[in-house]
């Protein structure tokens, strides 16, 4: 799996999506089972092809 670095219509987004106001939206999102389990899977995917993991709060 490439890099990720997250696009919006051509544009990087990397500092919008870093702040606290997102970070508080993504707590509640992820807090649900089934999106908690989807990302998890994501994460084990993306260890095994770049030997890293993104963790989740």
């Known amino acids: 799996m490439p890099f990720l670095t997250p696009w919006r219509y051509g544009e990087c987004v990397e500092r919008e999506i870093r702040t606290l ?31 890293s993991v993104l963790l989740l709060a």
């Open 21 to 51: 106001e997102v970070s508080q939206h993504v707590s509640r999102v992820v807090a649900l089972g089934f999106v908690r389990e989807a990302m998890v899977d994501l994460q084990r995917l993306m260890g095994e092809a770049k030997g």
